[in-house]
């Protein structure tokens, strides 16, 4: 069975900075990967997705992932954070054709002015 | 127009009640989930229903029963309530099996 580990549970950065939100899968077949952002007390939004194709990814508000196979990593990263950004993070999988989506334990990216 | 819907969006109810939480979604989508969020952020699937047809059924106790009346609409009605279902309860859909969900904004359950 797949799952999905989100190395760091907080990340707190200071505005402006760079960040990156590491996330590792384990699944021995072909899988779809993505990013959702919760900002607090609302729902989850997709981010960003790789389903296939170019390994460097592009979503909203700035961010990129790149899916990395040999090493099952699917890291997020933005080169400049605001405030705003301020949210829990998740990383998901699924397996190809599955409807299954199966989700990390979260970060939670801080932003400091 | 809010894409998917849950009401109530908060529920406050004592151990032993019965109680339901309703989902639409006007995207025309296909399937529709409910996860379960705990207090520490995790989400975990609990059902996924495809054009009314059940086809996720994680191992979630029998006092849990969704049901779908049609493709628009997944209802969660929970039996015997215990503290331990105390959690954030999110309906999503989706079109294609592609993992791409649309969440709503879920709907805060507290068991006292």
């Known amino acids: 069975a797949q799952s999905v580990t989100q190395l760091d549970s907080q990340v707190p950065v200071f505005e402006e900075a760079p960040v990156e939100l590491r996330c590792n899968y384990s699944?021995?077949?072909?899988?779809?990967l993505f990013w959702y952002v919760q900002y607090p007390n609302q729902g989850l939004q997709l981010l960003l997705k790789?389903?296939?194709?170019?390994?460097l990814v592009k979503g909203i508000n700035g961010f990129e992932a790149e899916f990395n196979k040999s090493q099952t990593s699917f890291h997020l990263r933005k080169p400049s954070v605001h405030i705003s950004d301020t949210a829990e993070y998740f990383c998901?999988?699924?397996?190809?054709?599955?409807?299954?989506?199966?989700f990390g334990k979260g970060t939670k990216l801080t932003v400091n002015p | 127009d809010t894409a998917v819907s849950q009401t109530p969006k908060y529920l406050v109810t004592q151990m032993g009640n019965d109680k339901s939480i309703k989902c639409e979604q006007n995207?025309?989508?296909?399937?529709m989930y409910w996860y379960k969020q705990d207090s520490k952020k995790f989400l975990k699937i609990m059902f996924s229903?495809?054009?009314?047809?059940?086809?996720i059924n994680e191992t979630v106790p029998n006092r849990f029963s969704p049901k779908s009346p049609d493709k628009a609409h997944l209802n969660l009605h929970i039996n015997s309530l215990e503290l331990g279902d105390s959690a954030v309860y999110f309906c999503?859909?989706?079109?294609?099996?592609?993992?791409?969900?649309?969440f709503g904004e879920g709907s805060r359950l507290t068991v006292l």
């Open positions: 995207l025309g989508h296909d399937t």
């Open positions: 998901a999988v699924s397996v190809g054709g599955s409807e299954k989506l199966v």
């Open positions: 229903y495809n054009n009314k047809e059940l086809i």
């Open positions: 699944s021995s077949v072909s899988v779809y």
């Open positions: 790789y389903l296939s194709g170019s390994t």
């Open positions: 999503a859909s989706s079109q294609y099996i592609t993992g791409e969900l649309f």
